[in-house]
């Protein structure tokens, strides 16, 4: 099977831009996490998408979004780019459930200049 | 809310040898523990999980924890270390009931010296 893919691997936007993060799950997993990995906070938790719900969501403010489509792709958002939004943006995907382990993409770079 | 406290950010070793990568969650309710590695500019690979049943878990590439409910800790063990084994551990819990997100602790960069 092939792995999580995220696109594009890196980034570089001005402050003030908006961005749109691709993230293609293994086939067959229904349930897509984002998460934000800064060297400051560590790995925080964005939001969780299951057939095309948002199931969980963490404390980002509403610059970021998502969704997921049909084919269980996802999407992330994030608006009026800031500077603190300089970030690895990993993505996760798994079969429903707590007993199954998420399986990561190699994340994209965002550089907010 | 459940917390993940990795006690050491930095743990530098001489090749071949033993490895202990400290963590300590904190949760009112039963969990589901993970340990991750992350090697440059990778995304997470899961190394070991514990869901119930024995409290020691072996995992990929020679790496074990033992899950301690008494002392709320889930600590990765490796008796040889390689250089190979050079990367960021993060250990995380989740809640074991309902669809509960991941919650990581800041990360250990394990540095394996030759």
């Known amino acids: 099977k092939a792995g999580v893919t995220q696109t594009p691997r890196y980034l570089i936007k001005t402050r003030g831009q908006q961005v749109t993060l691709s993230c293609s799950p293994i086939?067959?997993?229904?349930?897509v996490s984002w998460y934000q990995q800064t060297p400051g906070q560590g790995l925080q938790f964005l939001f969780e998408?299951?057939?095309?719900?948002?199931?969980n969501k963490g404390n980002f403010p509403g610059r970021f979004s998502g969704r997921q489509f049909s084919n269980s792709r996802s999407e992330m958002n994030v608006s009026t780019l800031e500077l603190g939004d300089s970030a690895l943006y990993l993505c996760?995907?798994?079969?429903?459930?707590?007993?199954?382990?998420?399986?990561f993409g190699p994340g994209t770079r965002l550089t907010v200049t | 809310a459940q917390s993940v406290t990795q006690l050491d950010s930095q743990v530098p070793v001489f090749e071949e040898a033993p490895v202990e990568l400290r963590c300590n969650y904190s949760s009112s309710v039963s969990v589901y523990l993970f340990w991750y590695v992350q090697y440059p500019n990778q995304g997470l690979q899961l190394l070991l999980k514990y869901l119930s049943g024995s409290t020691l878990v072996k995992g990929i590439n020679g790496f074990e924890a033992e899950f301690n409910k008494s002392q709320t800790s889930f600590h990765l063990r490796k008796p040889s270390v390689h250089i190979s084994d050079t990367a960021e551990y993060f250990c995380?819990?989740?809640?074991?009931?309902?669809?509960?997100?991941?919650?990581f602790g800041k990360g250990t960069r394990l540095s394996v010296i030759a």
């Open positions: 086939s067959g997993h229904r349930s």
């Open positions: 995380a819990v989740r809640l074991n009931s309902g669809n509960t997100p991941l919650v």
């Open positions: 998408y299951f057939s095309e719900t948002q199931r």
């Open positions: 996760a995907s798994t079969q429903t459930g707590g007993l199954y382990e998420q399986y």
